[in-house]
């Protein structure tokens, strides 16, 4: 689903750089943690798997897709087959939990039938069938993250990418967004979450992969945050 | 594609920015105007300009020792000439008579002998090369002299040229506004839904999907503008054009309802193409997609 070789990226005036020579794949339907302190390059791998930048070096591979030789006005179709969550959630305030969901399907041109079916059953995944109508201000912080999960995946992209997705939440709200993370995964979505909350990587147990001043220091399968 | 989704998009954005909006449909309104009243009047004076220009009349008067064999001649040679458009012969008779017809208090005074000079009357195909052919005929043997309104043919050619330079400098500089108020509108447009776009690019809308209702939106602002101007011109035209022609009765004016109608579709046509072009302006500028 994912595949990164001898990934490199500077960034301008930047000595150091941001990724060195990075090697790394993730398979169909796994639930990978993206591990690191602030800095280490988890979120330039992000962008580069989004191609919202370009690696200085190497070669990205993404559902199929050569992200690196990709032709610019075909990135939209690259974003079709991602799903994005991000720590401060992006929805648009003046919508509704419903038509911020189906904004998603609209933009694609989706007709109304499908949005129509497809975005209560995504709501009714995330358990908010019964916040539908309600605006992001009228939930609380991990419900509004469940509506731009339910965003993310409404599409049924094969691969869903999470930079801090707990980032604004409290614990035990961060383990119930962590459980969801989980389900959409056992559905057959491949995940790849970027976070540096210790606690629930460990409560995980998933394959765990971590970053250090732009290099990979650890790949391990039911890992754990690690030392340090 | 739903085009009910783009317009609605489209004119919820001009709502939201009602103000800079407006000024823009404003400012494409007064470029328009002043651009079809210009228009207009290049068109009018043109008009008037190519009537003059077509009485330009170059005038070889001969020599009387001329025998009838070297007028011939003359006539032969200057007619082969390519700028030549129509020539005729006056005789001194001829001259005579119309000197009498247009001045019959005067001929008493002339008497037996005759003293007006024969000569050519020639007309051009394009009046520009009157002081060419002056001067060519100023060199033949049997002309005394040539005559050609000089001063007024050079002051009137001098004029038309500037006048068309400068209302092509002025619709330059006004297009050139429009254009950037446009543009400035449309950016604020897509600073006003920033959000909006992050999210489209973000689940992978097609790049003019999510550009289309703001080119939409600018479009929009041109099309509005070119309305209101014409509207204006049109209303100008129908209170103000009897006057004018009253006004000034000596000029050839010469308006149809056609003429009003081709400035008014040039100016929808214009009022688009800014509204595009402004909008595409921000876009590449300021909506990276």
């Known amino acids: 689903m994912i595949l990164a070789r001898n990934v490199t990226k500077f960034y301008p005036k930047h000595d150091k750089p941001a990724l060195h020579n990075i090697n790394l794949s993730i398979s169909k339907g796994e639930f990978v943690f993206l591990v690191g302190p602030s800095g280490s390059g988890k979120t330039t791998f992000i962008r580069l798997l989004l191609r919202e930048i370009l690696p200085t070096s190497g070669e990205i591979e993404v559902a199929g897709i050569d992200v690196v030789r990709l032709r610019s006005w075909k990135i939209p179709y690259l974003r079709r087959n991602i799903g994005c969550v991000f720590q401060d959630f992006k929805l648009l305030p003046n919508k509704t939990v419903f038509e911020n969901v189906a904004f998603a399907l609209e933009v694609l041109g989706k007709p109304r039938k499908i949005i129509e079916v497809h975005v209560p059953e995504v709501l009714k995944l995330v358990g908010l069938e019964d916040k539908a109508e309600k605006f992001p201000h009228e939930l609380s912080g991990g419900e509004q993250q469940r509506v731009s999960m339910a965003r993310a995946i409404v599409n049924r992209p094969p691969l869903l990418l999470a930079d801090e997705p707990t980032g604004n939440l409290d614990p035990s709200t961060s383990l119930e967004i962590m459980a969801l993370f989980d389900r959409i995964n056992r559905l057959g979505t491949t995940v790849l979450v970027a976070t540096h909350d210790r606690e629930m990587v460990d409560s995980m147990r998933k394959r765990v992969v971590a970053l250090e001043n732009g290099q990979i220091v650890r790949d391990q399968r039911r890992g754990v945050y690690g030392e340090g | ?289």
């Open chain 2, 1 to 289: 594609m739903r085009v009910s989704w783009f317009l609605k998009e489209a004119f919820i954005s001009l709502r939201r920015n009602l103000v800079t909006s407006f000024a823009a449909i404003t400012a494409v309104a007064l470029c328009l105007f002043v651009l079809g009243v210009f228009g207009l009047f290049i068109l009018e004076v043109g008009q008037i300009i190519s009537s003059l220009e077509s009485d330009v009349e170059v005038v070889a008067f001969l020599k009387d020792t001329a025998t009838t064999q070297e007028i011939n001649d003359l006539q032969h040679k200057i007619f082969n000439w390519p700028e030549i458009d129509k020539m005729k012969y006056v005789s001194k008779e001829e001259a005579l008579k119309r000197f009498r017809k247009e001045h019959p208090d005067l001929t008493q005074e002339i008497g037996d002998v005759n003293p007006l000079p024969a000569s050519f009357e020639i007309q051009l195909k394009d009046p520009h090369d009157v002081e060419k052919i002056a001067k060519r005929l100023e060199k033949m043997e049997v002309v005394e002299e040539v005559k050609y309104g000089k001063k007024y043919v050079r002051n009137l050619f001098k004029l038309t040229s500037t006048l068309r330079r400068i209302g092509l400098l002025f619709i330059i500089l006004l297009l050139f506004v429009s254009v950037t108020l446009i543009a400035i509108t449309i950016r604020l447009a897509i600073f006003a839904r920033r959000q909006e776009v992050a999210i489209m690019r973000l689940v992978g809308a097609s790049n003019w999907f999510i550009r289309l209702p703001f080119l939409l939106e600018g479009m929009i602002e041109g099309f509005a503008g070119s309305i209101l101007a014409s509207i204006i011109i049109y209303l100008l035209w129908i209170f103000f054009f009897p006057w004018i022609e009253k006004a000034l009765p000596f000029l050839p004016f010469e308006m149809s309802y056609i003429l009003v109608f081709q400035i008014i579709f040039g100016l929808i046509v214009f009022g688009l193409t800014i509204g595009a072009l402004g909008s595409t302006i921000a876009l590449r500028r300021y909506l990276k997609v």
